[in-house]
């Protein structure tokens, strides 16, 4: 079956420009992540869904991200005015029981 | 504030030998542990999940858990440079509540 997808795989702008990420979750898992993996560096949660429960956003760097889910189905993470320390892979997973299951990732880089 | 812990690395193993990667969580309330392998480039894959005190075996791969001492291990015998990659840890600490992952270690398998 298709797995977790994300659109674009990769995404250039110019500093200040806002973009947006698109994440499809496999069909039927209840909850979705979105993660800042910046080169060499660790995972960064950035924010959670969990069904129709109120996101955790505790991760979520500043009040120019945002991301929003409908139902359990696609998401999207917004950057807004972009500044180049967000440049880095955002990646997306959805969750069975407790398993993630990982998109391949948004390479966004910031010039 | 919920942690998972592993060192950083790099740790390097002879071709061969047995790989033996540590985490160790805050919590003493936790229900599932993973390991996950990430490859330079690439998204996290999950290659074991424990959630029982013991060692859990899969092919090459062993993880042991022992929740009284709140580590949880990954063994991997007869490395091959294929093994080289970033190695994370994950815990999960109640049913239907948000994975927290380690930072990650760096293991490589030297020829």
């Known amino acids: 079956g298709a797995g977790v997808s994300q659109s674009p795989s990769n995404k250039v702008t110019e500093k200040g420009k806002d973009v947006e990420l698109r994440c499809d979750p496999i069909?039927?898992?209840?909850?979705l992540y979105w993660y800042r993996q910046r080169l060499g560096q660790g995972l960064e949660f950035l924010i959670y869904?969990?069904?129709?429960?109120?996101?955790?956003k505790s991760g979520l760097p500043s009040d120019r991200f945002s991301a929003e889910r409908t139902g359990e189905s696609v998401s999207t993470l917004t950057i807004q005015r972009t500044q180049q320390e967000d440049s880095a892979v955002y990646l997306c997973?959805?969750?069975?029981?407790?398993?993630?299951?990982f998109g391949p990732g948004t390479r966004l880089t910031v010039l | 504030q919920k942690e998972v812990e592993q060192n950083s690395g790099p740790l390097s193993v002879p071709e061969g030998a047995i790989a033996s990667l540590n985490c160790t969580y805050s919590?003493?309330?936790?229900?599932?542990f993973f390991w996950y392998r990430q490859y330079s480039g690439k998204s996290p894959e999950l290659i074991m999940s424990?959630?029982?005190?013991g060692d859990k075996e899969d092919g090459r791969f062993t993880a042991q858990l022992n929740k009284a001492s709140q580590y949880v291990s990954l063994l991997i015998r007869d490395s091959q440079p294929s093994d080289s990659a970033t190695y994370l840890c994950?815990?999960?600490?109640?049913?239907?509540?948000?994975?927290?992952f380690g930072s990650g270690t760096r293991l490589s398998i030297r020829p």
């Open positions: 919590d003493r309330v936790s229900q599932s």
């Open positions: 994950a815990v999960v600490y109640s049913s239907a509540s948000k994975i927290i």
């Open positions: 997973a959805s969750t069975a029981t407790d398993t993630q299951y």
């Open positions: 069909s039927g898992h209840t909850a």
């Open positions: 869904f969990q069904g129709n429960s109120a996101p955790d």
């Open positions: 424990i959630y029982s005190n």
